[in-house]
C-alpha cells in the first residue's frame, strides 16, 4: 500500500466524465491509494480541499464550471502548496504554455495506460515531498534569519542592501544602501574594499548614523558569499560572472560603550580625585605657612606698623587660597561631611545679604521661602556652599545683569525624572533652585557641566570647579542635582535631597553652631614634640609654640623624631605630628612615642580630611591651614588633660627647681 507518513496517500480526482472519473477511482483503489473524492467542477474541489487537503490531485484541463483545471492548478499551488497532475486531450502549444505557467508535476494525455498514469503519480508526489522539505528547511532557515537577535543583512558588491532582518531594520532604520547605515559614508567603501580584498572582516566597532538622540555602536563582522553558487546568474544561462554577495552580522553594543565610557570617566574622575586630594594637601601645607607667617609679621608689626594693612592682605588672600583647597577636597571626596539638621528656606534667607553683596548691583537677588518645614540633614557650611556657587554661576551667566530667584521648599515627584545623574526616584524631596535670566546652556555643553575644571568663561575667570564641587556636596548628601535650560532664556539649577527624619535641636538650628571664642592659653615651658615632614609648616609650628610658652623639640621625619626621643633629657607631654609622612603614618609613630613616654598624648595635624569610604582620621587632629591661636588652644587642652594621670617623668637636675615646678604643672 502507497503510505506517505505512516498514512495510505491520498489523491482527489476532479474530472467531470463519470465514466472516466469511476476509472480512475477504480485504479487508484487498485494500486494501494486512498481516494480523497471525485469532484465534477473546479469549484467544488477547491470548496473541500480547504478543510481535508490530499496529498495530490489529478485533474482534467476541461470542466464543467466556470473555472477550468488550468486555473484551479494554479490557485491551489498558491494557496494550498498541493501538487496537480493534469490528465487532458490536449497537446497544442497555447495549453502546453498555459500549464507551465501553472507548474504542474506531471501532465499525462489521454488516453492513457495504467503504467504511465503511475508513473506520473509516483513522480509527483516524490517532487511533491522534495518540495515540502525544502519549504519546511526554508521556512526554518527564514525564521532563524529573521528572528535573529543579531542584525543580519546582505549585500551586493557596490554597497546596496539586498535583504536585512528585523534586527537589522531596528538597528539601521530606512537604510537602503551599506553607506546610509554609518555616521562616516567612508566607513562603508573600507569595508566593502576588504571584503572584496580579504573575503572577510571583523568583529570591529563601527559608529553607525544617529536618529536624533544618541550616538550608537555596532560590532561588525562580514564575509563574501557566492551569490549565485556555480556561477551564472539569475536566469541560469550559465554565463560566468562575478556575482558575490556580502553576508553582515551585526550586535548593537551601544549600551555596553556606555558603560565602558561610564568606567572610563569614573576611573578618570577617581584618578583627578587622587591627584586633586595630593594637590589640596600640598596646597593645605603651603597656605598653612602663609597664614601663619603674615599673621607672625602682622603680631610683630604692631598696630600702627605701615605694612600691617599689606600683611592683611596676605592673610585675606591665603584664607582664599584655603576656600580653593577646601573644593579640591571636596571634589576628591576626601573631606568627611559634618551632618546637622537644618532648613534650607532658613539657609537661604540668612545667606541673602551674602548673595547680595556677591552678586554685585546690576544683579537682583530674590529669595521665595516655604512655609513647609523643609529640613535635611546635611552638611551646613556645604550646602551653604553649594547656594553660593550656584548663585555665581547664575550670575556669570548674566552679563548685563538680571535676576537670580532661589527657591526652596519641599516638592513632591509623582514619577521618576531625569536628573543630571541618572532618575531621580518619586516620593517627597526638600529642594534649592536657581534661576537666571542669563544666556542659557547649549545642548551639546550640557553632559559636561559637572566636569571638574571644565569652564565657559575665560582663562583669568573662574576655576571651572564651581559645578562639579556642587556635584560633590549633593552626592554626599545622597541628594540629586537636575538641570534645565534654554539657548536665551536661562537656566534653573535644582538640588533635592532627603527630608529630614528628625527636628533640629538647638546646635542644628538655623543660625549654626555658636563658635567658642578662642581662648589664647600660655604654656610653662612643658615640652612638645613636633613631627612634620614639610620644612615651612615645621618651622612655623616650632615658632607659634615656642611664642605660646612651650619647650619646642622637632624632627623632619619619624626616625630622627625616634633618634631624638631616645637621647632627649625631658620626655614630652605632646607630640604634634602629620598624620601621613613618608615611612610611617602619624599614628604607628604615636604609638611608638608613647611606648618610651607613657604620659604623652598626639595631636595630629593634617592636609587630607577623611574620606566617606576611608579609615577615620584619629582624634584630636588639626586641619591646615590653622591658626596660632588655634594650635596653641589644642595643645594646651591635651597637656591639661594629660595633668590627671601624669607619671612620674626624668628631669636634669641641672635646671633646678623651677624646671622641675614646669613640669609638675
Known amino acids: ?111 492513457y495506460d495504467d503504467r504511465e498514469l503511475r508513473t506520473a503519480i509516483e513522480i509527483g508526489l516524490y517532487r511533491a515531498g522534495m518540495e515540502r522539505r525544502l519549504r519546511r528547511s526554508e521556512s526554518r532557515y527564514r525564521s532563524l534569519f529573521e528572528e535573529s537577535l543579531a542584525a543580519v543583512f546582505v549585500t551586493d558588491s557596490g554597497g546596496l542592501i539586498l535583504e536585512g532582518n528585523r534586527a537589522f531594520h531596528e538597528l539601521a532604520r530606512g537604510a537602503t544602501r551599506l553607506a546610509e547605515a554609518f555616521q562616516d559614508p567612508a566607513r562603508a567603501a573600507s569595508l566593502l574594499a576588504a571584503l572584496d580584498r580579504d573575503g572577510r572582516v571583523g568583529p570591529e566597532e563601527a559608529r553607525l548614523a544617529d536618529r536624533g538622540d544618541a550616538a550608537r555602536h555596532a560590532l561588525l563582522s562580514a564575509v563574501r558569499v557566492p551569490l549565485f553558487p556555480g556561477g551564472g546568474s539569475p536566469s ?62 602682622r603680631e610683630g608689626a604692631g598696630a600702627d606698623s605701615p605694612i600691617r594693612a599689606e600683611l592683611e592682605g596676605i592673610e585675606a588672600a591665603a584664607r582664599r587660597a584655603a576656600v580653593l583647597a577646601r573644593q579640591l577636597l571636596v571634589f576628591s571626596r576626601r573631606d568627611k561631611p559634618d551632618r546637622s539638621v537644618f532648613s534650607l528656606s532658613i539657609l537661604a534667607r540668612d545667606l541673602g545679604r551674602m548673595l547680595d553683596r556677591l552678586a554685585g548691583e546690576d544683579v537682583i537677588i530674590r529669595i521665595v521661602g516655604s512655609d ?44 521618576p525624572s531625569q536628573g543630571a545623574f541618572g532618575p531621580i526616584p518619586p516620593g517627597t524631596w526638600s529642594f534649592l533652585s536657581v534661576t537666571d535670566e542669563g544666556e542659557g546652556i547649549a545642548p551639546e555643553l550640557m553632559p559636561r557641566l559637572f566636569e571638574p575644571f571644565f569652564t565657559t568663561k575665560g582663562p583669568d575667570r573662574g576655576t571651572g570647579l564651581g559645578l562639579s564641587t556642587v556635584a560633590g556636596i549633593v552626592r554626599q548628601a545622597d ?33 549654626g553652631r555658636v563658635p567658642v571664642p578662642a581662648r589664647t592659653r600660655r604654656g610653662r615651658g612643658e615640652p612638645v614634640m613636633v613631627v612634620e615632614d614639610d620644612d615651612s609648616v615645621r618651622v612655623l609650628m616650632e615658632s607659634m609654640l615656642e611664642r605660646a610658652g612651650y619647650s619646642v623639640m622637632s624632627a623632619r621625619h619619624p626616625g630622627e623624631a625616634l633618634i631624638l626621643l631616645e637621647g632627649a633629657r625631658r620626655q614630652p607631654r605632646v607630640l604634634v605630628v602629620d598624620l601621613v609622612m613618608p615611612l610611617m603614618r602619624g599614628p604607628e609613630l604615636a604609638a611608638r612615642v608613647t611606648a618610651v613616654a607613657p604620659g604623652c598624648r598626639t595631636l595630629y595635624v593634617t592636609g587630607y580630611a577623611a574620606a566617606p569610604d576611608g579609615p577615620p582620621v584619629p582624634e584630636p587632629c588639626l586641619a591646615k591651614p590653622f591658626t596660632e591661636d588655634q594650635l596653641a588652644e589644642a595643645v594646651h587642652d591635651l597637656v591639661a588633660r594629660g595633668l590627671v594621670d601624669l607619671p612620674e617623668l626624668p628631669f636634669d637636675s641641672s635646671e633646678g627647681p623651677a624646671a622641675q615646678d614646669r613640669i609638675e604643672r
Open 1 to 111: 500500500m502507497n503510505r506517505r507518513d505512516g498514512r495510505p496517500t491520498r489523491i482527489a480526482v476532479c474530472e467531470d466524465e463519470l465514466i472516466i472519473a469511476l476509472d480512475i477511482k477504480t485504479f487508484l483503489s487498485k494500486n494501494g491509494y486512498e481516494v480523497a473524492g471525485t469532484y465534477d467542477s473546479a469549484e467544488a474541489l477547491l470548496a473541500a480541499v480547504g478543510t481535508d487537503p490530499p496529498d495530490l490531485v489529478l485533474m482534467d484541463i476541461q470542466l464543467r464550471g466556470a473555472m477550468d483545471g488550468l486555473e484551479a492548478s494554479a490557485r491551489l499551488l498558491e494557496l494550498h502548496a498541493i501538487p496537480v497532475i493534469l490528465l487532458t486531450a490536449y497537446a497544442d502549444a497555447a495549453t502546453i504554455e498555459r500549464a507551465k505557467l501553472t507548474q504542474p508535476f506531471g501532465y499525462v494525455l489521454k488516453p
Open 236 to 297: 541560469g544561462e550559465g554565463v560566468e560572472t562575478r556575482s558575490d554577495a556580502y553576508l553582515f552580522q551585526a550586535f548593537d553594543v551601544t549600551e555596553r560603550r556606555q558603560l565602558q565610557d561610564g568606567l572610563a570617566r569614573a576611573q578618570k574622575m577617581e584618578a583627578l580625585g587622587r591627584l586633586a586630594g595630593g594637590a589640596a594637601h600640598d596646597f593645605n601645607n603651603i597656605i598653612t605657612a602663609v597664614l601663619g607667617y603674615a599673621h607672625l609679621a
Open 479 to 511: 541628594g540629586h542635582l537636575a538641570v534645565s535650560s534654554a539657548v536665551g532664556r536661562g537656566s534653573t539649577f535644582t538640588v533635592y535631597l532627603p527630608p529630614a527624619e528628625r527636628v533640629p535641636c538647638d546646635a542644628d538650628s538655623p543660625g
Open 372 to 415: 513647609r518645614l523643609d529640613l535635611v540633614d546635611a552638611d551646613r557650611s556645604r550646602m551653604e556652599q553649594v547656594l553660593v556657587n550656584l548663585v555665581m554661576n547664575a550670575r556669570d551667566s548674566m552679563r548685563s545683569g538680571g535676576r537670580i530667584t532661589v527657591c526652596t521648599g519641599l516638592a513632591e515627584l509623582p514619577e
